[in-house]
């Protein structure tokens, strides 16, 4: 496709979607519980519904043709802000998380600790916008965003004003990885406007992390910034701690930050890898880190009770989770003889226990070669074995990936199934395909396994050519 044509395709494509919002994304006053046919039944239902298809499938194509061959950088983040502008002045779309933060700023800001009491405690003056499960549930923010929707709230008053600047601060979290890419895609000998255009061109970061404010927005900024003040001053301990701090702040939005933590730790030496090398760099970063995270915490008088809140996600359930959907698909192959079997405990546990083995096992591998590379390769297994999986999660990977990958087809594949997935009031596609999805995830991972086994008896034996 044309670089022009790709770039008015998209902006089509984001019109639409602002047009599904207007119409039926998720408003304060919509139904808490939808369903895709009862969508398709309402005031304007088809529009709104064909309006999202269409509208995410031009944007999604747009950025999918040119994933190899971006004219430039100044191209690609010109083309990116025009895609982002429909959506800027658009209703919150495919997620009602933002009347969430809200909820937890007015908590906060009225003295109530949002670790100990859901929102309901208050009562948040908003809690009619705000899905069931999460009203009485602990937040599972880190204590800078508590901090900020507590400011957000009181500044603003209202919740049109709080939505405004939420996504204000998630439009912050997109300039900072655009600022803050290039300097690791230098790093890795990747193309700046390739990795900008990966990362910030993609439908997740457009209809999630925009229009849906999602806080990861700020998260993935901040990391990225991070990981960027890091490798354009390895071995000198001002930069190192500054980019351990923003690690750290990153880590107090969202605890997943914390994956990169020991990968920046090596990217920080100079020369070749010595536990001393680590200790006298990479010490630098993890103490950075430690403090942004620790002085937060104090300075937002908060404990780490957001730790805990962080198990509520497991009340949600979605085979987009590979752990999920074996137990799921366990339990419907126990169905046919007469067996009740609820697997998702223990196959959640055992992913939980593979991704710790994994992350060691990337960070031993790491200390020989680039560890960015090994950095994204972790947070994508973070995100592909936790027991909850949304898809603006995979924002987190993409990131670094973009910047690092030599072959983007795997990663870009996953981004382009998510944009899918979500319908725009927040209703989770996956909800209503479970027994269709979750056996077909199940046989996914068994081939990708299948196919690792094999890979690694072929790399230890190689045919001898003849």
């Known amino acids: 496709m044309p670089h022009h044509l790709a770039r008015w395709t998209g902006l089509a494509g984001s019109a639409l979607l602002a047009v599904a919002a207007f119409l039926g994304g998720a408003l304060p006053g919509s139904p808490l519980r939808t369903t895709p046919v009862s969508i398709w039944q309402g005031p304007n239902g088809p529009l709104v519904l064909v309006a999202w298809l269409v509208g995410t499938a031009l944007l999604a194509y747009a950025w999918w043709a040119l994933r190899d061959c971006v004219p430039s950088t100044r191209w690609a983040l010109t083309t990116v802000g025009l895609w982002l502008l429909p959506l800027l002045i658009a209703p919150p779309l495919a997620s009602r998380d933002v009347y969430a933060y809200a909820c937890q700023g007015a908590s906060y800001a009225a003295g109530i600790n949002p670790y100990e009491q859901g929102v309901s405690a208050l009562p948040c003056p908003w809690l009619d916008t705000i899905s069931y499960i999460w009203r009485d549930t602990p ?269 983007t087809g795997w990663f870009t594949v996953v981004a382009l199934v998510a944009s899918f997935l979500v319908l725009p009031d927040g209703t989770g596609l996956p909800r209503f395909t479970k027994t269709v999805g979750a056996p077909l995830m199940t046989l996914l991972v068994i081939a990708l396994v299948v196919w690792l086994v094999r890979s690694a008896r072929a790399a230890r034996h190689p045919v001898a050519a003849d």
């Not at 990968?263 to 993890?286: D, M, N, T």
């Not at 404990?303 to 074996?326: C, E, K, M, Q």
């Not at 710790?356 to 592909?384: D, F, I, Q, S």
């Open 139 to 407: 937040a599972p923010y880190g204590p800078l965003f508590v901090l900020l929707a507590g400011a957000v709230v009181k500044a603003t008053g209202s919740l049109t004003g709080a939505i405004v600047v939420f996504r204000l601060i998630a439009v912050a979290g997109v300039a900072l990885i655009a600022v803050s890419l290039p300097v690791l895609a230098r790093r890795l000998g990747v193309p700046a406007s390739r990795a900008i255009w990966l990362a910030l061109g993609c439908p997740l970061v457009a209809v999630h992390l925009v229009a849906g404010a999602h806080n990861d927005a700020l998260m993935v900024g901040l990391l990225v910034a991070g990981l960027a003040v890091i490798v354009s001053r390895p071995g000198r301990p001002g930069p190192l701690l500054a980019g351990g701090a923003l690690l750290g702040l990153a880590a107090a939005i969202k605890v997943t930050a914390l994956v990169v933590v020991p990968f920046a730790a090596l990217a920080a030496i100079v020369g070749g890898y010595s536990i001393r090398a680590l200790l006298r760099h990479g010490g630098w970063v993890v103490g950075g880190a430690v403090a942004g995270v620790a002085g937060v915490s104090l300075a937002a008088g908060l404990d780490f009770g957001w730790v805990a809140g962080l198990a509520s996600g497991s009340d949600v359930i979605a085979w987009t989770s590979p752990s999920t959907a074996i137990g799921q698909t366990v339990g419907y192959l126990a169905v046919p003889f007469g067996g009740h079997i609820d697997a998702l405990p223990v196959t959640r546990g055992i992913g939980v226990g593979v991704l710790a083995l994994l992350l060691v096992w990337l960070w031993w591998r790491a200390r020989t070669r680039e560890p960015l590379w090994y950095a994204a390769l972790a947070l994508a297994a973070t995100v592909a074995l936790a027991p909850l999986f949304h898809p603006w999660y995979w924002v987190w990977p993409l990131a670094v990936l973009a910047a690092t990958a030599r072959r």
